[in-house]
């Protein structure tokens, strides 16, 4: 009986031990799973600045993650003579597992992306991967930005980069605790093949859903759980908190779905319009970490594209607790 038990025990211990094998592998040898940066170089016109531009400050909202920002002002304005320097989200709690650090993209060349090539920009923007090889924390859009960012969209953000003022500012790295800082090595992926070309605006539905997902919609306002994983069914229902600077409060990101009882639904065209012009929701109060600022000055086409795909956005049942704001 003893000679079975020391077998049994002997034979799950070789599979205990397998198993860990298989883990170090998986996430510590072939992750993360990354390709060389291509020889690219983004264009100088004048014309693909513009429209890096345009895409940075108003649609992918960039600098809104990578700028020091005002927190306990409603937008987000971002802090003067720091744009594009970076940013240190602060303690979001013990229950969070991260501390998220964004970058400075700026062309300085010690702090920023001065020494960076434009093909290693471009592969961080789109694959997920730093310039020293680690895999960047998926906060970072890069997953969206693989399936919606063709080559002139992503080149036109590096060449609009590269023409910021340099600004001398390390925020930092992400501090990422284990084990998530191990599955975030599996995260990243090569890009096979670019994305297509951005749906023109004379193609609304098509250019309001490729915005939804540009803008970053879902990466606030779907559902968590208390790790910050997304809870399945309730894309866009809401419910994330966002503590504020100087103790403003908590920010909560409201259910954008079309349910008529506890999302937009009940929002005219004109209520959505004024949330991205005037930053004010339905009840005429300013909205805070809902980055309406740089939204805002999205052209008119673009903001209706929009609005017509959040209507279409499926309606999920999910009252969502108010901001609360000092």
């Not at 031990?17 to 072939?30: E, I, N, P, T």
């Not at 409603?74 to 320097?85: H, L, Q, S, T």
């Not at 600004?167 to 084990?179: L, V």
Request: aromatic share 6%; hydrophobic share 40%; proline share 10%.
């Amino acid at each position: 009986m003893k000679k079975i038990l020391v077998r049994v025990l002997g034979a799950i211990g070789a599979l205990v031990l397998l198993a860990v094998v298989g883990v170090v592998v998986k996430f510590y040898v072939l992750s993360p799973k990354s390709r060389a940066a291509q020889a690219v170089t983004a264009p100088s016109t004048p014309e693909a600045i513009a429209r890096g531009k345009y895409l940075v400050n108003n649609v992918a909202a960039c600098i809104g993650c990578h700028s020091p920002v005002q927190e306990d002002k409603p937008g987000d304005p971002p802090v003067e003579g720091k744009i594009a320097a970076g940013r240190d989200f602060g303690d979001w709690g013990p229950e969070v597992p991260f501390r998220l650090r964004a970058p400075n993209l700026t062309p300085d060349k010690e702090t920023g992306i001065g020494a960076m090539t434009d093909g290693e920009v471009l592969r961080a923007m789109r694959e997920g991967i730093g310039r020293d090889g680690r895999a960047l924390f998926p906060q970072m859009p890069y997953l969206t930005y693989a399936k919606t960012l063709n080559d002139d969209d992503a080149l036109a953000i590096v060449a609009y980069l590269r023409t910021l003022p340099p600004i001398k500012n390390d925020p930092g790295r992400t501090e990422i605790k284990f084990p998530v800082s191990m599955f975030i090595r599996g995260v990243p992926q090569p890009l096979d093949a670019p994305p297509p070309p951005s749906p023109a605006p004379t193609e609304k539905l098509a250019r309001g859903k490729w915005l939804l997902d540009v803008c970053s919609c879902h990466d606030c306002h779907d559902s968590v759980d208390s790790h910050m994983q997304k809870l399945p069914g309730k894309a866009l229902a809401g419910g994330m908190k966002f503590p504020l600077a100087n103790g403003k409060g908590v920010a909560v990101a409201p259910n954008i779905t079309s349910d008529k009882a506890t999302g937009i639904g009940a929002y005219s065209d004109d209520d959505l319009r004024r949330v991205f012009d005037e930053g004010k929701g339905k009840s005429g109060r300013f909205l805070y970490v809902m980055p309406w600022s740089y939204y805002g000055a999205m052209t008119k086409d673009d903001k209706e594209a929009l609005i017509a795909a959040l209507r279409l956005a499926a309606p999920v049942g999910n009252a969502v607790a108010p901001s609360e704001i000092k």
